[in-house]
């Protein structure tokens, strides 16, 4: 956690939550880091961040009650308290969203490439900032997507659609599987999946950068599931087993 001046806390669970700065009301209850109030009186907002590192995740319940639930490598910047007249927050990653209901106060979530306007709802986002790829899933409730680039192309979701920038224009579908959200209990899911997307998903996660040099693997399809806790080294020797490969690891193991 990356606090308004600078200072940063790390929230792993081998270490304590230290002493904070006055006005900065938080405490950490397991994995979830908890804000106690949400005042308005700032005459200048001040932002933290909430980073996760590569394999890791967190949750975050926000000033007005709004669960945030961070994927590995990702970046989430929200104000210590919001606006009167809106709920914005930054998102480089992916989190899965559950919003407290509040119609005289939207919540935006704001991407490099789309931003999200919801009321109250559950939902997906993912958009890393080193990624073309931009998508927003719906679970609940209703969202409006704009897309950064052309404000005026605007898509409102139903549940169980989500909705991808492709070649610059926002497309939606019906939501097909829904094991591809089971990062919230620390999986990775794939089926009939190729290896290229496969390691895309990889780099997402773990934060590489994978180079596939034999081009027989390529259009190798895969299915299974794998604990991002155990690390990419380990699912790479079980897809090695059928896949037939060998691989190496950079010094900096990047």
């Known amino acids: 956690l990356i606090l308004s001046q600078g200072e940063t806390i790390d929230l792993s669970p081998d270490h304590a939550l230290p002493a904070l700065p006055e006005g900065i009301d938080l405490v950490l209850q397991g994995d979830k880091l908890v804000y106690i109030s949400d005042s308005t009186t700032e005459k200048e907002r001040q932002y933290h961040e909430l980073v996760t590192p590569r394999g890791g995740e967190f949750k975050i319940t926000l000033p007005d009650g709004t669960f945030v639930h961070l994927n590995s490598n990702s970046k989430l910047r929200f104000p210590k308290n919001f606006a009167p007249d809106k709920r914005e927050i930054f998102l480089s990653g992916e989190a899965y969203f559950e919003v407290t209901h509040n119609e005289d106060k939207p919540f935006v979530v704001q991407t490099n490439k789309c931003n999200v306007e919801v009321l109250g709802t559950k939902f997906n986002v993912e958009a890393y900032s080193d990624s073309e790829d931009f998508c927003t899933s719906l679970m609940e409730g209703s969202v409006r997507v704009s897309d950064k ?24 579908k019906s939501i097909a599987d829904f094991d591809p959200f089971r990062w919230k209990e620390g999986l990775i899911c794939f089926k009939d999946m190729n290896f290229k997307e496969l390691m895309s998903r990889f780099e997402k996660c773990y934060g590489i950068h994978v180079i596939i040099e034999n081009p027989k693997l390529t259009d190798y399809i895969c299915s299974g599931k794998f604990r991002i806790s155990d690390g990419i080294d380990k699912a790479l020797h079980i897809l090695q087993k059928d896949a037939k490969y060998t691989f190496e690891r950079n010094k900096d193991e990047s």
Not at 158 to 169: D, F, K, T
């Open 149 to 172: 680039g052309n404000p005026s192309e605007t898509l409102v979701l139903a549940p169980n659609q989500q909705v991808s920038l492709i070649n610059g224009h926002l497309q939606s």
